[in-house]
């Protein structure tokens, strides 16, 4: 049996720190796709314009549709980690987790927000059958 493949939202800013998260997901039992690795970001940071820009689009976008899940760590507002949850859960209706202090309405609203990442990663694993 294939490991549920989840979609790693987070703020540029933050890869550093959300490298430990990935880690943790992974640990877990997930193959993680995290946006911020590959070819299309990198172009992105060598040459920002709307052909790169298209690139990590289409990239980003079909790796959520390809997800299981959508994994959303918002320490602080970014506009792409809100691009990538609306995607996430009306777009292509995906199972959605958010990290967040419940800074937005929006993010509250959403009743798929946890305090921490250890409870999101657990309720994640029951939702999509993960037994280590």
């Not at 990290?99 to 990442?117: K, L, M, Q």
Request: hydrophobic letters at 45%; proline letters at 8%.
């Amino acid at each position: 049996m294939r490991k549920p493949r989840v979609y790693f939202a987070h703020p540029e800013l933050f890869k550093i720190p959300g490298r430990e998260i990935e880690t943790q997901l992974k640990g877990a039992g997930f193959e993680v796709f995290n946006p911020f690795d590959g070819p299309a970001q990198w172009a992105w940071n060598n040459n920002p314009c709307l052909a790169t820009a298209k690139r990590v689009w289409h990239v980003d976008f079909g790796a959520i549709l390809d997800s299981d899940a959508l994994f959303a760590w918002v320490p602080e507002p970014s506009t792409g980690v809100a691009m990538e949850i609306y995607a996430g859960l009306f777009l292509y209706k995906k199972r959605l987790y958010i990290v967040a202090n419940g800074y937005h309405p929006f993010i509250v609203a959403s009743e798929r927000t946890f305090p921490d990442t250890d409870e999101a990663i657990e309720q994640m694993k029951r939702d999509l059958g993960v037994v280590k």
